[in-house]
């Protein structure tokens, strides 16, 4: 088993810290995007997305999308439990993530590809090229800052993103929240003291590094 | 157990084709899109999305996020498969689900939610309101036709949209397509043969009534 990836892929990093926090360990084939190597022929042969990352099994089978190769090292490495261990639980933690990915860090990655000049014609991860459509940054990070104000909403009643128990919708969180500082200028608003509060105590777990 | 749902929801009927394929029959509640009845305090306390469907459970938790509700039905109810039964085929299956949910499916919603005039300022659905972006039209439709003529190319290899055996990634994808004939004028385009013969196939099923 092998993790086709890249540093500068915030969607990567979601799975460098699933990993780290597991104890996981296993051989990274780094992905060269400023190189544009997941246009290579090699690349779209095992993701046809051509996107980052793709965990590639021992009988070569290629599994991409990355709350699916979750799930799969999960199943094979059920402890910890970052997915949660009973039907309830798993269900509890993967509609919190969900809702993380689609409303936080969707709305970052729209924003940043949407402005960024290098991204002409790149609106759109994969195969096709699209052009970038203006109006979609304001709404985007009109979206990022609903999804704060919500996530502090819920972080005033529960200590982490899905209840009770660190799990991976707090890592989706993490990466949403550094992505959003470092690529589009929007950290946490001051105002949202339980998502601060939150975010300085997750932030210290010795996987974020990842 | 008991599923909130709308018969005009495209989501809902993921949910819908689901149970009529497993065999599982629960109490439906229907929500009243058209009345704005997923906005009432009542069904905001269920879902803070405000979005159908919903899977609320007899200990009163409420489950949403069309996914996470069939693999949470799907662990209880595992018989007969829908979303695999190893670790391997679990990931297969869910890639390419999520595959034809953001390609397809995400497409089909984007160009209707930011075209229909009863949707001005409801370009998203949830709990805020964002205004339509015309421009989204048309880049929509696009991904839509690039998603009809992948999948055309994978079914040309394979009789199923995740290989060998039907499965949740066939529920959406009919979904999907039905949506775009229906919603958006854009049903499969002859050329694809494949497509078409696997549609005209994967629709006989008796379960794609509900």
Do not use: C
Not at 81 to 103: D, F, H, N
Request: overall charge neutral; hydrophobic content about 45%.
């Amino acid at each position: 088993m092998k993790l086709y990836q890249s540093n500068a892929s915030p969607n990567s990093r979601r799975i460098r810290v699933y990993l780290a926090e597991k104890g996981i360990s296993m051989p990274i084939v780094p992905v060269d995007l400023g190189a544009r190597e997941q246009f290579s022929d090699a690349y779209a042969a095992i993701n046809p997305r051509r996107v980052v990352p793709t965990l590639v099994l021992d009988d070569g089978s290629a599994i991409g999308e990355v709350p699916v190769i979750i799930r799969y090292l999960e199943d094979i490495h059920p402890a910890p439990p970052l997915l949660g261990s009973t039907p309830k639980k798993r269900a509890e933690i993967a509609m919190w993530e969900r809702r993380v990915e689609q409303e936080g860090f969707a709305s970052v990655m729209e924003a940043v590809r949407n402005a960024a000049p290098r991204l002409a014609n790149r609106a759109i991860a994969g195969p096709y090229d699209y052009a970038q459509i203006p109006d979609l940054v304001e709404r985007s990070k009109q979206r990022l800052l609903n999804f704060y104000a919500d996530t502090d909403a819920r972080l005033a009643d529960v200590p982490f993103v899905a209840g009770d128990e660190f799990s991976i919708a707090d890592i989706t969180a993490i990466v949403t929240v550094d992505f959003a500082t470092k690529a589009a200028g929007l950290a946490i608003p001051d105002k949202h003291t339980a998502l601060k509060r939150w975010y300085e105590s997750v932030s210290a777990r010795a996987s974020m590094a990842a």
